[in-house]
């Protein structure tokens, strides 16, 4: 069974940092992308960033490009996200997702993702 078990959200003030961490078990992701997507009160879900597991090649939104940074650790089957000069726009649930991802295009499609996790809520005051 595979679980993706998000944790790391909080509250924190306008330009403070936090790191959100994914953990996964249940099947060998070599060959998936691991994702962050968030979704803030009232509107869809939006791509935040994506690495892929075995090249570890990444890909981000242009809304976080430069202050978020996507990473994975393979011993500890983790995906993390760094998140920096955080503004109350980031405030969201973020959930971690995992996919076969065969092209560019497909990144940012939610529906190519086939492991979701609960997710995890970043607040940020201003």
């Known amino acids: 069974q595979v679980q993706l078990v998000e944790s790391g959200g909080g509250l924190v003030q306008a330009g403070d940092s936090l790191r959100l961490s994914c953990a996964a078990s249940g099947r060998t992701f070599g060959s998936y992308a691991m994702g962050w997507f968030r979704q803030a009160p009232g509107k869809e879900r939006e791509f935040v960033a994506t690495i892929t597991w075995s090249s570890g090649n990444t890909y981000y939104a242009d809304s976080v490009k430069g202050r978020f940074t996507i990473s994975r650790d393979n011993a500890k089957n983790t995906v993390y996200l760094q998140m920096n000069s955080l503004k109350p726009e980031d405030t969201a649930v973020y959930s971690c997702?995992?996919?076969?991802?065969?092209?560019?295009?497909?990144?940012?499609?939610?529906?190519?993702?086939?492991?979701w996790g609960q997710g995890t809520q970043v607040t940020v005051s201003s």
């Open positions: 997702a995992a996919g076969v991802i065969r092209f560019l295009s497909q990144i940012r499609d939610e529906g190519r993702y086939d492991y």
